[in-house]
C-alpha cells in the first residue's frame, strides 16, 4: 500500500501524460521544446511521455516550424480519428444524441422528440437508438467509443467503483423522476463507459472550456430553456454542494406564495421565466403550438408592439436581472453566461434591460467587476458539454483508453 502522500512512480507517469495530453489539447499544435517550458516537464520526461503517446497513436505529429539555427521543430496534436466521444441531451422537448471526434468536431446527430412524459424507459431507449443511429450515419464503430456523457435535467447522485456510470441514480422532482437508477437502466442497453450529470453542469463545462466562460475562474453559466437552472464555478471548479444539487437556480424564490412551478412549490424563478411559464402566461399563444414555436410567437408580438407581449417580456428580464444579482451578491463571478435555447432566442433582446436591473439590484462593488453575456456555442451546447464528461476521464487519466477500445487496438 502507498503511503498517503507519496507518489509511486505509475502515479508520476500517468500525471506526466496528463498534463502534456491537456496541454496539446487545449493549447496544440505544439512542438516538445515549447511543451517542456509550458507545463516545467523536463526534456527528457518530454522525449519520453510524447514518444509513449505517440506510440499509443493518442497524438501524431502535424507539420513543423523553423527553429533558430537548428532543424525545424516538429509540431504535435492530440490525434482527433484516434477514438470518439458521445454527447446526449435529455431536455425538457427532446433527446439529442450527437457523436463526436476527440477534438469535439462534431459527425453526426440524432434529434428524437419527447411527445409525452419523460418516462424513464422510453428515454432511455431513445439513447439507445440515437446511439446506434449516429454511429451507422458516421460508419464509426462502437468499439471506438471513450464513453457515453449525457446531461440531465434533474439532481444526479453519482454511483462509485469502476463502473460508477451504472450506479448513476436521478432525482427529477419537475418530471416525476424520483430515485431513477437510470445508469442501470442505460447499461443495459450498452457496454460503453456511462458519465451522467446534471444538463446546466454539462453546459457551465462546454462554456468554461470552448465559449464565453473561458478565462474565467469564478463564473455562472445559466442554462435558460424550458426550466430554469445554473452552474455555479468556484475556482475553476464546478461548485456541487453536499449532495450535487448545487445551482438549482430555477427554484430560488422570486414571489413568496406566487404562481405554482412544475416542482411542487409556489414563486420559483423557473414559474415565471421559464419558457414553458412564459408561453402559458402569455394570452397571445395559439394552443397546441411547441414552445420554441410559442416562444418565438411571443418575441415577434413584443417587437411588433403589441402590449401584452412586451409586459411579460420586461417583466421576465427584471426579475431575471434580480435574480442575477443574487448570484452577484452570494458568488461573487468574474462572469455570468446566459444560455440555452430560450436564453439564446430572447437574449438579445431582454439583456440589456437584465444588465440594467442587476446593477440597481445588486451591491455595487461586486457588480462592476461582474460581466454579463450570451453563451457563444448555440442552442446545443449541453451536449457538447455531456462529451467534455468522458473526455475529462481520458485527459486526468493521461489517455486511459476503456478495455473495449484497448481490446480492439491489439
Given at each position: 500500500?502507498t503511503?498517503r ?9 500517468r ?11 487545449f493549447?496544440?499544435p ?107 450515419t ?30 448513476t441514480?436521478v ?12 445508469g442501470?437502466?442505460l ?5 460503453l ?13 462546454a ?49 413568496v ?19 414553458e411559464?412564459?408561453v ?31 409586459a ?59 460581466t ?26 493521461g ?7 484497448a481490446?480492439?487496438?491489439?
Open positions: 500500500m503511503p502522500g507519496k507518489q509511486t512512480v505509475r502515479d508520476l507517469r500525471s506526466s501524460r496528463s498534463t502534456l495530453l491537456r496541454h496539446l489539447y493549447h496544440g505544439l512542438s516538445r521544446q515549447e511543451l517542456g517550458t509550458a507545463t516545467g516537464l523536463s526534456a527528457g520526461s518530454v522525449s519520453n511521455v510524447t514518444g509513449e503517446l505517440l506510440t499509443d497513436g493518442l497524438i501524431e505529429e502535424c507539420g513543423s516550424v523553423d527553429s533558430d539555427g537548428g532543424r525545424p521543430r516538429i509540431l504535435l496534436r492530440v490525434a482527433p480519428g484516434q477514438a470518439h466521444l458521445v454527447g446526449v441531451d435529455i431536455g425538457e422537448t427532446q433527446v439529442r444524441v450527437t457523436l463526436f471526434d476527440l477534438a469535439l468536431t462534431e459527425l453526426a446527430s440524432a434529434d428524437q422528440p419527447l411527445l409525452a412524459a419523460h418516462d424513464p424507459e422510453r428515454v432511455v431507449r431513445m439513447i439507445a437508438g440515437g446511439l446506434d443511429q449516429v454511429l451507422a458516421a460508419g464509426v464503430p462502437a468499439e471506438s467509443v471513450l464513453g457515453i456523457g449525457i446531461g440531465v435535467p434533474g439532481i444526479v447522485e453519482q454511483g462509485t467503483g469502476p463502473d460508477a456510470g451504472a450506479g441514480v432525482h427529477g422532482q419537475t418530471f416525476g423522476w424520483d430515485a431513477v437508477p437510470f442501470r437502466m447499461r443495459a442497453h450498452t457496454p463507459p456511462l458519465h451522467v450529470d446534471n444538463g446546466a453542469k454539462t453546459l457551465g463545462q462554456e468554461m472550456w470552448f465559449g464565453a466562460g473561458r478565462g474565467s475562474r469564478h463564473a455562472v453559466v445559466a442554462l435558460f430553456g424550458s426550466g430554469v437552472g445554473a452552474c455555479v464555478i468556484a475556482d475553476g471548479t464546478r461548485f456541487r454542494g453536499a449532495t450535487s444539487s448545487a445551482g438549482e437556480w430555477g427554484h430560488t424564490k422570486v414571489h406564495g406566487g404562481r405554482p412551478c412544475r416542482c411542487g412549490s409556489r414563486g420559483c424563478l423557473e414559474a415565471y421565466v421559464g419558457a411559464a412564459l402559458e402566461r402569455w394570452d397571445g399563444t395559439v394552443a397546441g403550438t411547441s414552445e420554441k414555436a410559442g416562444l418565438a410567437a411571443l418575441l415577434r408580438a413584443a417587437e411588433e408592439g403589441r402590449p401584452s407581449a412586451v411579460l417580456l420586461d417583466e421576465a428580464a427584471e426579475l431575471l436581472g434580480a435574480s442575477i444579482a443574487d448570484l452577484v451578491n452570494l458568488f461573487n463571478p468574474e462572469r455570468i453566461v446566459i444560455g440555452g435555447w430560450a436564453g439564446l432566442l430572447l437574449g438579445p433582446r431582454l439583456l440589456p434591460a437584465i444588465d440594467e436591473a442587476a446593477t440597481r439590484y445588486a451591491l455595487s462593488y461586486p457588480r462592476s467587476r461582474t454579463i453575456t450570451l453563451s457563444d456555442l448555440g442552442p446545443d451546447a449541453v451536449t457538447l458539454g455531456a462529451a467534455t464528461l468522458p473526455l475529462t476521464h481520458f485527459l486526468d487519466s489517455g486511459e483508453v476503456p478495455d473495449h477500445l481490446a480492439a487496438a491489439v
